[in-house]
Nanobody, 124 residues
Framework: QVQLVESGGGLVQPGGSLRLSCAVSGRTFSSYAMGWFRQAPGKEREFVAA????????YYADSMKGRFTISGDNAKNTVYLQMNSLKPEDTAVYYCAAKITSGSVNDKYQYAYWGQGTQVTVSS
């Protein structure tokens, strides 16, 4: 089992920044990649970014490229999502997820473990 706990969400003004953290515990060696997804009210959960533990390769949804940065600290078993230039449409619950198999990293159905989510609200 892998346990994930997100933190760092909150209320921020448009143009502001937030850094989300995801602490990974349990069978951490079994995870292949970590991803961030988000879900706004009434919408499907969508891919935000992912990182492969081995090598650190990163992937982003097109709308997040240049604004969001995913990173990982193997020593701390923690994954981060730095979000800059936030917009009201970035408002959502952000989820951290762990993927234990190789393959597509932007497919939410391929992730085996999920955190409880953290709310991000972008509003003036």
């Amino acid at each position: 089992q892998v346990q994930l706990v997100e933190s760092g969400g909150g209320l921020v003004q448009p143009g502001g920044s937030l850094r989300l953290s995801c602490a990974v515990s349990g069978r951490t060696f079994s995870s292949y990649a970590m991803g961030w997804f988000r879900q706004a009210p009434g919408k499907e959960r969508e891919f935000v970014a992912a990182i492969i533990w081995s090598g650190g390769r990163t992937y982003y949804a097109d709308s997040m490229k240049g604004r969001f940065t995913i990173s990982g600290d193997n020593a701390k078993n923690t994954v981060y999502l730095q979000m800059n230039s936030l917009k009201p449409e970035d408002t959502a619950v952000y989820y951290c997820a762990a993927k234990i198999t190789s393959g597509s990293v932007n497919d939410k159905y391929q992730y085996a473990y999920w955190g409880q989510g953290t709310q991000v609200t972008v509003s003036s």
